[in-house]
């Protein structure tokens, strides 16, 4: 978390995800994944999330206070991108875990950034 808190606080970009072999319950991980997320929120240091995995998505949506995502559009086929519904209201896009080519990821947080600049 602190890598992440400064990247973020220097304007940057960070990714904070869980390791490919998990010693923990997946539930486990969403949970600690989620509390992280929140507890930068409240930091105010970020302004937009790209949530991979539906479990995540979901966990870290609920950790923020969300009800659910209210769908604008897509980044690309199958990406979809919305604000999350509750007291956090980030611009919010999602990803299976598995969807996607090399560079996906760069493509949606470019979409994010540019998002108004246009």
Do not use: N
């Not at 995995?53 to 995502?69: C, K, Y």
């Amino acid at each position: 978390m602190v890598a992440a808190r400064g990247a973020l606080s220097r304007g940057r970009h960070a990714a904070v995800y869980s390791p490919e072999d998990r010693g923990a319950d997946a539930g486990e991980v969403v949970e600690t994944l989620a509390g992280v997320v929140a507890r930068l929120s409240e930091e105010g240091i970020f302004d937009a999330l790209v949530l991979t995995g539906g479990d995540t998505a979901v966990g870290v949506a609920r950790g923020l206070g969300a009800s659910g995502i209210r769908l604008v559009g897509e980044v690309g086929a199958g990406i979809p991108v919305g604000t999350l519904i509750g007291p956090r209201p980030y611009p919010v896009v999602t990803k299976a875990g598995g969807f996607g080519e090399d560079g996906t990821l760069a493509d949606i947080v470019e979409a994010l950034t540019r998002d108004g600049k246009d």
